[in-house]
């Protein structure tokens, strides 16, 4: 019998992009059910009734959550295509440590923090006034952050060398966001980490990235919608 694989999602979520490049790169068939997150669907709640987010993995009718954690699921279930994470413990260890240094330095940033501390530079400065040295404080940490990815990428085409794989998949979908963090931030990514750029872009060659990501113009208009501009 073929595995029932379900994705609740959101087509903006990083999270969310995340799993759909895993499953992209594995070849799995799923359907995909856009969650409206003003007004949870009760499968969403039932679930996932710890966090009531998504995404939510549900392979034959038993949830998986959070995203990584659904990668690495994706990883070890469908492990006959595209091994994720690397198979020598050392590399798997550094791996998860730098996706959970991105989802605590750079995804620190996301929606509520880093639009109060560092979109406030122009779009919202009226919504939250954020003080401008916090502003540039939040920004500097942010940047930092980035050049530090950057460094452990060094000249490797992808973060697990020749290999696309799960620290790729845990940083790429904030490359969507940028030109929302851009825009409002008044910063370059690129100008400031030339091969981080270098490397998101190598990775949006790959159909598994390319059709998982949503449009970085979408995504800022989206949000300052969401915000009322």
Same mark, same amino acid.
Not at 113 to 124: G, L, P, S, T, Y
């Given at each position: 019998?073929?595995?029932?694989?379900?994705?609740?999602?959101?087509?903006?979520?990083?999270?969310?992009?995340?799993?759909?490049?895993?499953?992209?790169?594995? %070849?799995? #068939?799923? $359907?995909?059910? +856009?969650?409206?997150?003003?007004?949870?669907?009760?499968? !969403?709640? /039932?679930?996932?009734?710890?966090?009531?987010?998504?995404?939510?993995?549900?392979?034959?009718?038993?949830?998986?959550?959070?995203?990584?954690?659904?990668?690495?699921?994706?990883?070890?279930?469908?492990?006959?295509?595209?091994?994720?994470?690397?198979?020598?413990?050392?590399?798997?260890?550094?791996?998860?440590?730098?996706?959970?240094?991105?989802?605590?330095?750079?995804?620190?940033?996301?929606?509520?923090?880093?639009?109060?501390?560092?979109?406030?530079?122009?779009?919202?400065?009226?919504?939250? %006034?954020? #003080?401008? $040295?916090?502003? +540039?404080?939040?920004?500097?940490?942010?940047?930092?952050? !980035?050049? /530090?990815?950057?460094?452990?990428?060094?000249?490797?085409?992808?973060?697990?060398?020749?290999?696309?794989?799960?620290?790729?998949?845990?940083?790429?979908?904030?490359?969507?966001?940028?030109?929302?963090?851009?825009?409002?931030?008044?910063?370059?990514?690129?100008?400031?980490?030339?091969?981080?750029?270098?490397?998101?872009?190598?990775?949006?060659?790959?159909?598994?990235?390319?059709?998982?990501?949503?449009?970085?113009?979408?995504?800022?208009?989206?949000?300052?919608?969401?915000?009322?501009?």
């Amino acid at each position: 019998m073929a595995d029932e694989v379900v994705l609740l999602d959101f087509w903006a979520s990083l999270f969310g992009m995340r799993v759909r490049v895993a499953l992209s790169e594995k %070849g799995v #068939k799923y $359907e995909n059910r +856009e969650e409206d997150l003003r007004n949870k669907s009760s499968l !969403l709640l /039932q679930m996932n009734p710890v966090h009531k987010k998504i995404p939510v993995l549900i392979h034959n009718g038993k949830p998986v959550c959070e995203s990584l954690i659904i990668v690495q699921y994706v990883d070890e279930v469908w492990r006959d295509k595209a091994p994720l994470l690397p198979s020598d413990p050392y590399q798997r260890a550094r791996s998860r440590f730098w996706a959970d240094f991105i989802d605590k330095k750079i995804n620190e940033w996301n929606f509520d923090v880093m639009f109060a501390k560092i979109a406030a530079i122009r779009c919202f400065e009226e919504k939250w %006034g954020t #003080k401008e $040295e916090e502003q +540039e404080a939040g920004k500097k940490e942010f940047i930092e952050a !980035l050049k /530090q990815l950057e460094g452990e990428l060094g000249d490797e085409p992808y973060f697990e060398g020749e290999s696309f794989g799960f620290l790729d998949i845990a940083l790429i979908p904030f490359y969507s966001w940028f030109y929302a963090y851009e825009t409002c931030g008044n910063f370059s990514t690129e100008a400031e980490c030339p091969k981080l750029i270098e490397w998101a872009k190598r990775c949006t060659h790959r159909e598994s990235v390319s059709k998982s990501l949503a449009d970085p113009k979408k995504v800022y208009d989206s949000l300052t919608s969401w915000v009322g501009l």
